[in-house]
């Protein structure tokens, strides 16, 4: 099941709004010129912030989001209709003989058991065409990330149309490595209500994300440090095999 904070109606129309500046994207469009490719699936979509640029340069695009609550508010930001939109995941994509795959932000974390990665990475597998790529990020677990949330405890508020303003607040709720959980609230201050939304991500190594990607009949091409956080993410670039 997807995580409140991406399902719950009332929280996946203010995403965008605590997610906003999304520095990272730039980097996933230079790589997908880059490589050559024309027809792209992100997985793990969301509210479609990277689908929609991605469809706006042209290629054929393809979002899948195991929560639907994502899905209608990207919907509604692709006026153009210019992506087909799937609720799924990685594990059920239909074959779309894609030549990119794309796992953005946390979307290679939440899958937390062995067996739920390599599902996910057969999956995208039948989704690609032969030598096609997947490209994805992950945190680097030597960064302990989560030391810098869980001393980051100040609340955000955000005056959001048609919502007024929102209260969040993060608190780390259980550090049990490789598995870190975190808890978001969100105080809705016109009316009082609270909506809390918690998640559970996998810190992986480089290795052992190499080993998995290679055991799945991946080439790994590249490795590269994410440029919106230097020295804090790994991104990955991988060729499907055969």
Same mark, same amino acid.
């Not at 706006?56 to 209709?81: F, I, N, Y």
């Not at 989704?127 to 677990?141: C, D, K, Q, S």
């Not at 009949?217 to 590269?224: A, G, H, I, K, N």
């Given at each position: 099941?997807?995580?409140?904070?991406?399902?719950?109606?009332?929280?996946? &129309?203010?995403?965008?709004?605590?997610?906003?500046?999304?520095?990272?994207?730039?980097?996933?469009?230079?790589?997908? $010129?880059?490589?050559?490719?024309?027809?792209?699936?992100? /997985?793990?979509?969301?509210?479609?912030?990277?689908?929609?640029?991605?469809?706006?340069?042209?290629?054929?695009?393809?979002?899948?989001? &195991?929560?639907?609550?994502?899905?209608?508010?990207?919907?509604?930001?692709?006026?153009?209709?210019?992506?087909?939109?799937?609720?799924?995941?990685?594990?059920? /994509?239909?074959?779309? $003989?894609?030549?990119?795959?794309?796992?953005?932000?946390?979307?290679?974390? /939440?899958?937390?058991?062995?067996? $739920?990665?390599?599902?996910?990475?057969?999956?995208?597998?039948?989704?690609?065409?032969?030598?096609?790529?997947?490209?994805?990020?992950?945190?680097?677990?030597?960064?302990?990330?989560?030391?810098?949330?869980?001393?980051?405890?100040?609340?955000?508020?955000?005056?959001?149309?048609?919502?007024? &303003?929102?209260?969040?607040?993060?608190?780390?709720? $259980?550090?049990?490595?490789?598995?870190?959980?975190?808890?978001?609230?969100?105080?809705?201050?016109?009316?009082?209500?609270?909506?809390?939304?918690?998640?559970?991500?996998?810190?992986?190594?480089?290795?052992?994300?190499?080993?998995?990607?290679?055991?799945?009949?991946?080439?790994?091409?590249?490795?590269?440090?994410?440029?919106?956080?230097?020295?804090?993410?790994?991104?990955?670039?991988?060729?499907?095999?055969?």
């Amino acid at each position: 099941m997807p995580d409140a904070i991406f399902a719950h109606p009332r929280l996946a &129309p203010i995403y965008d709004a605590f997610d906003a500046g999304r520095d990272d994207l730039p980097a996933y469009l230079a790589i997908a $010129d880059e490589l050559g490719t024309g027809r792209v699936l992100d /997985v793990g979509c969301g509210t479609g912030s990277l689908a929609i640029l991605l469809a706006g340069t042209g290629r054929v695009v393809v979002g899948v989001d &195991p929560a639907e609550a994502s899905l209608e508010v990207a919907r509604s930001k692709d006026q153009a209709g210019s992506v087909t939109w799937i609720h799924g995941d990685a594990a059920t /994509v239909p074959a779309l $003989d894609a030549d990119l795959v794309t796992m953005t932000g946390n979307v290679a974390q /939440v899958f937390l058991t062995d067996d $739920d990665w390599a599902q996910a990475l057969c999956g995208i597998h039948a989704a690609l065409h032969p030598n096609g790529y997947l490209v994805f990020e992950t945190r680097r677990p030597e960064r302990r990330a989560w030391e810098e949330w869980a001393a980051d405890t100040d609340p955000v508020v955000l005056d959001i149309p048609d919502w007024g &303003p929102v209260e969040q607040r993060r608190e780390v709720t $259980d550090i049990s490595l490789p598995l870190v959980s975190f808890r978001y609230s969100y105080r809705f201050l016109a009316d009082g209500a609270v909506v809390t939304s918690d998640s559970t991500l996998r810190f992986r190594n480089r290795d052992e994300l190499e080993s998995s990607l290679i055991a799945r009949d991946y080439r790994v091409l590249d490795v590269r440090e994410a440029p919106d956080r230097p020295e804090r993410e790994f991104v990955f670039i991988a060729r499907r095999a055969t």
